[in-house]
């Protein structure tokens, strides 16, 4: 059981902790990492979801990874910037007209929801 192993640890030493760690699991070793670095969790195997102590999820992190969505966001030239989860192509481009498409928009980029946005809403949901 390693509690935060690489918390307060420059980068060098992460990384070779990492190794070790890759090295000893093919080895056989299991080892239980906690950790609130969620690019440490998608090293794992299995990742396991705490809410309160009480266990929300367990799954690989290519499954959890799947639960997410495509994210949209979206800059104006004054600042004004909205950043909306939507699931459907059709939404994200109603989205971009109501936003002001194509006038005033400055930036859209649109990318895979983040591990630790999908462990948020996972415990969102979970709390209701």
Same mark, same amino acid.
């Given at each position: 059981f390693l509690d935060e192993p690489t918390a307060a640890v420059d980068p060098q030493l992460r990384a070779r902790s990492w190794e070790l760690f890759r090295k000893l699991a093919k080895d056989g070793t299991t080892l239980?990492?906690?950790t609130?670095?969620?690019?440490?969790? @998608?090293?794992? +195997?299995?990742?396991? =979801?705490?809410?309160?102590?009480?266990?929300?999820?367990?799954?690989?992190?290519?499954? !959890?990874?799947?639960?997410?969505?495509?994210?949209?966001?979206?800059?104006?030239?004054?600042?004004?910037?909205?950043?909306?989860?939507e699931s459907t192509p059709e939404a994200m481009a109603q989205k971009l007209r109501?936003?002001? @498409?194509?006038? +005033?928009?400055?930036? =859209?980029k649109l990318g895979p929801s983040t591990l630790e946005e999908i462990v948020l809403e996972? !415990?969102?949901?979970?709390?209701?």
């Open positions: 239980f990492i906690s609130h670095l969620m690019d440490e969790a @998608l090293l794992c +195997d299995k990742v396991t =979801i705490l809410n309160h102590g009480k266990v929300v999820l367990v799954d690989s992190p290519q499954n !959890i990874m799947q639960r997410g969505k495509t994210r949209l966001s979206v800059t104006t030239p004054d600042g004004r910037s909205e950043a909306e989860i109501e936003f002001g @498409l194509p006038n +005033d928009i400055s930036s =859209i996972i !415990i969102r949901e979970d709390s209701t």
